[in-house]
């Protein structure tokens, strides 16, 4: 729950499974309500996700999250479009929480962290109850310039979302989990964020 500092709480109410208070003792401070709980905004927003050199994130028919290029009719088919899903919580940390998923044959693939720090599809409801703020399929994204953002993996803090070249595929880019490095820029970890055409 997020109040201001020094100021006494005042029960409102109950709302979806949420409990909210009001700050009262406080003059400088804004009077808000603050839910107490990690929970969805609604709706997901639709958006292509994509490498420097412009490839497109999809889920390949190998089950496998991968950038590849694209034809503009291939950029309406639905294993490119992702749903990325925006939480707010009431902690700490200025970068909202997301989950990013593509629907295929009706289910929902969710971007995935295994305990190897590998990246994979899973199928998930996405309407399963988040009860904190880690989660193998929860990133914080981070805008880094108009349209460019960072993913850190939330399970595995330092660690985001990036791309790497397929071996012996110079066409093909894998999605993978790279660390933070301190010494040097690591381009491959901003991602392209662009609103779907029709």
């Known amino acids: 729950m997020a109040t201001c500092e020094d100021s006494h709480l005042k029960f409102i109410q109950t709302l979806n499974n949420s409990f909210y208070f009001k700050g009262t003792s406080s003059a400088s401070c804004e009077t808000e309500l603050h839910s107490d709980n990690f929970r969805r905004c609604e709706p997901p927003i639709s958006r292509w996700i994509q490498s420097k050199d412009q490839k497109f994130l999809v889920l390949r028919t190998s089950g496998k999250f991968e950038f590849e290029d694209r034809t503009v009719h291939d950029r309406g088919q639905p294993d490119c479009k992702f749903e990325i899903q925006i939480y707010q919580d009431s902690g700490t940390n200025k970068n909202q929480a997301v989950m990013l998923y593509v629907c295929a044959d009706d289910e929902k ?52 979302l990036a791309f790497e070249h397929v071996e012996d595929m110079p066409c093909l880019h894998k999605l993978i989990l790279r660390q933070e490095s301190m010494d040097e820029v690591d381009e491959s970890r901003i991602l392209c964020v662009n609103k779907c055409s029709p």
Do not use: Q
């Open 109 to 160: 693939i969710m971007l995935s962290c295994k305990n190897n720090k590998e990246v994979c599809p899973e199928p998930m409801d996405c309407e399963v109850r988040i009860e904190a703020a880690e989660h193998k399929a929860l990133f914080r994204w981070k805008r880094i310039s108009t349209g460019k953002y960072m993913f850190e993996s939330t399970k595995y803090p330092g660690y985001f």
